[in-house]
């Protein structure tokens, strides 16, 4: 099992990433997946999750309104828009797989068995 993440980059603020967490050796359909992130000496923080089950997705209020995931199984795929981002936005970002159904709502890094291997997202003037 292996989740790609792509799409980090620098970015001025106010600006916009689409970030990308293709998988293989599994059907990511099967799973929920959400995205966390992680900035040196702080705790990985689950800011988006989905569903596998109906497409409910989550939002962590820091990122609310701004950013959006969605899926596409016939691509194997999830992804997280991210519009109108802010210098606190920078991170790595992590997508994540978890077979339990439930996981995507205010995930928990505990609760997800796969990983992607992060990508960093820098808002910078």
């Known amino acids: 099992v292996q989740l790609q993440a792509s799409g980090g980059g620098l970015v001025q603020p106010g600006g916009s990433l689409r970030l990308s967490c293709e998988a293989s050796g599994v059907t990511l359909g099967d799973y929920a997946v959400a995205w966390f992130r992680q900035v040196p000496g702080r705790q990985r923080e689950g800011v988006s999750g989905?569903?596998?089950?109906?497409?409910?997705?989550y939002y962590a209020d820091s990122v609310k309104g701004r950013f959006t995931i969605s899926r596409d199984n016939a691509k194997n795929s999830v992804y997280l828009q991210m519009n109108s981002l802010k210098p606190e936005d920078t991170a790595v970002y992590y997508c994540a797989a978890s077979y339990y159904s439930g996981s995507y709502l205010y995930p928990e890094a505990a609760e997800f068995e796969h990983w992607g291997q992060g990508t960093l997202v820098t808002v910078s003037s």
């Open positions: 989905i569903s596998d089950r109906d497409g409910s997705t």
